[in-house]
């Protein structure tokens, strides 16, 4: 994980639109891909994730995509409705005894109604 | 299928003291990992607990313990306490061999060093 210190990037967004949250990983070794979304005063929640082999990933309104030439990882959420307002988080891992996971920096996602 | 629990959910301790934190993993998990969370941050790897052993580390110093009992329950113990040591402190749980050994997080432990 890297410092972002106390103000986190923010993306905003209208209700009902799509949101495309991004994030730079940086260990190309890494097995899989993951999304986690925090909400305020609780754990991060596992949303979806991808392994590196594969570039796409569908879940319910959610979708991943990774980019491995440019070690890229973006979500999508269709149809974005305010329970989807929390901070979001991309980490990387591997299996076995390398399955730490390794958080990027957290965006935040507003929603405005 | 209780999720992973963590407790106490709330801590104030002053500096120098020592603090114990406990975790129960999700229902057929075998496999426990701690992480530091300050303030805007990210989660930062602690160590993860496979088999009652540390399997793997993060770059945390050794005040900084813990211990897996065979119910695959965890505690994290951080001696001497520190300021810097306030941060929201996540267990998370996994499956080994499980599919990508999905780790899902606890609502973790606020510990307030005074």
């Known amino acids: 994980g890297e410092s972002v210190g106390l103000h986190l990037p923010t993306l905003s967004v209208q209700e009902g639109d799509n949101s495309i949250i991004n994030c730079a990983y940086s260990?190309?070794?890494?097995?899989?891909f993951i999304w986690y979304k925090q909400e305020s005063g609780k754990g991060p929640q596992f949303i979806i994730d991808i392994r590196s082999n594969m570039d796409k990933r569908q879940g319910q309104r959610v979708t991943v995509l990774l980019n491995k030439t440019v070690k890229h990882l973006s979500l999508q959420i269709a149809a974005t409705q305010p329970g989807d307002s929390a901070v979001y988080f991309c980490a990387e891992k591997g299996l076995g005894a390398n399955s730490k996971l390794t958080f990027g920096k957290g965006i935040t996602l507003s929603v405005r109604p | 299928d209780a999720g992973v629990t963590q407790s106490p959910t709330h801590l104030i301790k002053t500096r120098g003291q020592q603090v114990t934190l406990r975790c129960s993993p999700k229902s057929g998990h075998d496999t426990v990992s701690w992480y530091q969370q300050a303030l805007g941050q990210g989660p930062q790897f602690i160590f993860q607990?496979?088999?009652?052993?540390?399997?793997q580390r993060g770059n945390f110093p050794d005040r900084f313990s813990g211990h897996q009992f065979p119910n695959y329950s965890s505690e994290l113990n951080v001696n001497a306490l520190l300021l810097g040591d306030s941060a929201l402190y996540l267990c998370a749980s996994s499956l080994l061999g499980g599919r990508a050994e999905t780790q899902y997080f606890g609502p973790g432990t606020r510990l307030l060093v005074l």
């Open positions: 260990n190309s070794a890494s097995d899989y």
């Open positions: 607990y496979y088999e009652e052993e540390e399997r």
